[in-house]
C-alpha cells in the first residue's frame, strides 16, 4: 500500500522585496544554494511516510532569484509515498497513486498554490517500472478545511497498470499444471495405492505452498481478491482429486467384498444342487410307486378365437423393447464401480475445470474493463 518515487521538485513565487538591478540585462539571475537565507512556502507532502534529500555530491538543491523578484526553487527528494489500493481485481487491477502537496501552517488568506498553465508534471520518457505501466496522470486541487482554516493542496493522480504477463507465467500457469497433473491418479491403476497417494499429497502440498507465498507478498485485507478465487478453486479441485481417491479405493474393497459374496453363494448353491441330484437318483432307483401323467392343454391363440384386436394391439405396443441408453451402454462395459467413477472423474474434473476458467476470466476481464472506462 505505498511507492516511491524520485522527483525534482521545482515551486516558483513572487517576492517583491528581492528585486533588484539587472545593469541592462546583463545580469539575468541570481544563485542560491541555502533555502533558509530566503522566505519559503511551507509546502510539505501530505501522504508521505518517509524522504529524503540527495547530498551526493553536492546538495541537490538551488534558487533563483530574478531582477523582478520571481524566485525559483528547485530541490531533488525521494519519497515513499502512502497509496490505499483495492486489491479485489488483483493481479488484474488498475490503481490510482496520489501526490498531495498542501501549506502546513499558511491559510489560503496567506498562501495559495496554483499548477503551472502549461506542462506541470513531466515523466521521463524511458520511464519503466518492472510490475506496472504509468497509463496517464491528473492534475487537481484538493483544499483542505479544518478547525484552524482552509489550506491550499495541490494533487497529482497517478494511474498504474499492473503487468498481467508477470502474474500469467508465475502464477496461473503453474497453477493449471498442477490441476493437470493430479488428474493423472485417474489413468493409474485403482491398485497403485501408493503412485496415487504420492501424486495427490505432493500435488496438494506444492499448491497450499504456492498460495501461502502469494499470499505472503500482499496486505492483508478482508476481502476476496481475484487470485485468491484462482487459488482455492485450483486448491479444491487437487483436494478433490486426492479425494476422488479415497472413494474409489473404498469402492474397490467394497467391489472385492461383493464378488466374494457372491462366489460363496454361487458355491452353496453349486453344493445344494448337487446334493438334490444325489437324492434325485436314489428316489428313482428305490421307488416302485406309479405316477399319474396329467396332460396340460396349452393356452394358444387361434386365429377364430373371439379375442379383442385392439387389446393385441396395445399388447404389441407396450412390449416394445426400451431404446438403448447410451450413457448406460458405455458404463456397462466397466464392470466394478470403482473404474466407473475413474472414468467418469476423467470427463467431469475438465469440464468443470473448463467451465470454471470460461466464467472466471470473463467475469474479471469484463469487470477490468468496466474500471478502466
Known amino acids: 500500500m505505498e511507492y516511491s518515487v524520485q522527483l525534482t521538485f521545482r515551486e516558483q513565487w513572487l517576492d517583491e522585496r528581492l528585486k533588484f538591478n539587472d545593469f541592462g540585462g546583463r545580469l539575468k539571475y541570481l ?12 509546502l510539505f507532502f501530505s501522504n508521505e511516510k518517509e524522504g529524503h534529500f540527495h547530498n551526493i555530491i553536492m546538495p541537490n538543491v538551488y534558487i533563483r532569484i530574478f531582477p523582478y523578484g520571481s524566485v525559483l526553487y ?26 498531495r502537496m498542501a501549506s502546513y501552517g499558511w491559510t489560503t488568506d496567506d498562501l495559495v498554490f496554483l499548477w503551472k498553465e502549461e506542462d506541470p508534471v513531466q515523466v521521463v520518457k ?7 505501466t504509468l497509463e496517464k496522470f491528473l492534475t487537481d486541487y484538493c ?10 493542496c495541490l494533487k ?16 496461473y500457469i503453474p497453477c493449471c499444471m498442477l490441476v493437470i497433473v493430479s488428474w493423472v491418479s485417474f489413468w493409474l491403476d485403482q491398485g497403485a495405492v501408493p503412485a496415487r497417494v504420492s501424486l495427490g499429497v505432493t500435488t496438494l502440498l506444492t499448491m497450499a505452498t504456492q498460495t501461502s507465498g502469494i499470499n505472503a507478498s500482499l ?26 481417491f479415497a472413494l474409489v479405493n473404498y469402492a474397490s474393497r467394497s467391489d472385492m467384498h461383493r464378488e466374494n459374496i457372491k462366489k460363496q453363494r454361487m458355491q452353496c448353491e453349486l453344493e445344494h444342487a448337487a446334493s438334490l441330484d444325489a437324492t434325485s437318483d436314489f428316489i428313482d432307483t428305490e421307488s416302485n410307486a406309479t405316477f399319474a401323467m396329467v396332460k396340460l392343454k396349452p393356452l394358444v391363440h387361434h386365429p377364430g378365437d373371439p379375442i379383442n384386436m385392439e387389446k393385441v394391439r396395445q399388447c404389441e405396443i407396450h412390449m416394445q423393447p426400451e431404446r438403448p441408453n447410451c450413457c448406460r451402454s458405455w458404463l456397462s462395459k466397466f464392470p466394478t464401480r470403482s473404474k466407473r467413477i475413474d472414468v467418469i472423474s476423467r470427463i467431469i474434473f475438465p469440464l468443470v475445470f473448463a467451465l470454471f476458467n470460461v466464467i472466471y476470466w470473463s467475469t474479471y476481464l469484463l469487470r477490468e474493463e468496466a474500471e478502466e472506462s
Not at 541555502?34 to 519559503?40: G, L, P, S, T
Not at 486489491?87 to 501526490?99: A, E, F, G, V
Not at 483544499?143 to 491550499?152: F, K, V
Not at 497529482?156 to 502464477?171: A, C, G, M, P, T
Request: net charge positive; glycine share 4%.
Open 31 to 42: 544563485t542560491l544554494t541555502e533555502a533558509n537565507r530566503v522566505w519559503m512556502p511551507d
Open 156 to 171: 497529482v493522480d497517478l494511474l498504474f497498470k499492473r503487468e498481467f504477463s508477470y502474474y500469467l507465467i508465475q502464477i
Open 143 to 152: 483544499n483542505s478545511r479544518t478547525n484552524t482554516g482552509e489550506y491550499s
Open 74 to 99: 528547485s530541490i531533488r527528494i525521494s519519497l515513499t509515498l502512502s497509496c490505499p489500493m483495492n486489491l479485489k481485481l488483483y493481479p488484474l487491477d488498475r490503481q490510482i497513486c496520489s501526490l
Open 219 to 244: 496486505p492483508p485485507v478482508s476481502y476476496t481478491k481475484a487470485i485468491d478465487v484462482w487459488t482455492g478453486v485450483c486448491l479444491t479441485f487437487v483436494f478433490g482429486a486426492l479425494l476422488e
Open 126 to 132: 524511458n520511464l519503466h517500472l518492472p510490475r506496472f
